[in-house]
């Protein structure tokens, strides 16, 4: 399945400008994506990710979220919506799957987590869209995350944008808006598991 394919049909067909919530892990991931997207949606960056494993890691990525959509310019200004940390949450969801290996069962729930909890606050606040930016990583599966997202649209009145912003170099660029805005890029996904897989 071609997914980037399939959001150029969803932007393709748009009659307005519609409002996106779009899920965000980090600034370098958001900068391709808003690059992307900052033109033909009004976006808001929702910063939600109790996978991070501590509060200092957690405020270090949404404070650098922060600073380049402020200096970043796109047609629409992008606000960013802070989800609150609460890493239990994430411990309650992994409890049991602590073994499991980089891309395996234990990062599908963590996509869940996050994604409906997107669908949630977007279906909750009137966005007409909702995505995320984690399609741009070549280390996530954007199969299990499309499908996350297309289930999830069953039951909201939002509408799941279908991604795979790794496609297009779209990874690549993102690498040079960090260089050129001079962004941290972690080198973990974020949770104690990934660290210890290091």
Not at 19 to 40: F, M, V
Not at 49 to 56: F, H, K, Q
Not at 101 to 116: I, S, V
Not at 180 to 188: A, I, P, S
Request: charged fraction near 30%; glycine fraction near 4%; hydrophobic fraction near 25%.
């Amino acid at each position: 399945m071609n997914y980037d394919n399939l959001m150029e049909e969803q932007i393709s067909k748009l009659d307005k400008v519609p409002r996106l919530l779009l899920h965000a892990c980090c600034a370098p991931c958001s900068s391709a994506c808003l690059e992307r997207l900052g033109d033909i949606f009004k976006i808001d960056i929702y910063y939600y990710n109790p996978n991070i494993d501590n509060i200092d890691e957690y405020n270090k990525r949404l404070n650098e979220v922060i600073r380049f959509t402020e200096s970043f310019k796109t047609k629409y200004p992008v606000n960013v919506i802070d989800g609150g940390y609460d890493s239990d949450i994430f411990f309650k969801m992994a409890k049991g799957l602590e073994e499991e290996p980089e891309r395996g069962k234990r990062c599908y729930e963590c996509y869940k987590l996050r994604l409906k909890k997107t669908s949630e606050y977007a279906n909750d606040n009137n966005y007409d869209f909702f995505a995320t930016t984690l399609t741009l990583s070549p280390y996530k599966n954007s199969n299990w995350i499309n499908e996350i997202g297309e289930e999830l649209d069953k039951n909201t009145k939002s509408t799941y944008l279908y991604s795979d912003f790794k496609k297009k170099n779209g990874y690549k660029r993102s690498i040079e808006l960090s260089r050129e805005y001079n962004l941290y890029r972690q080198d973990y996904c974020g949770c104690i598991y990934s660290v210890r897989n290091k």
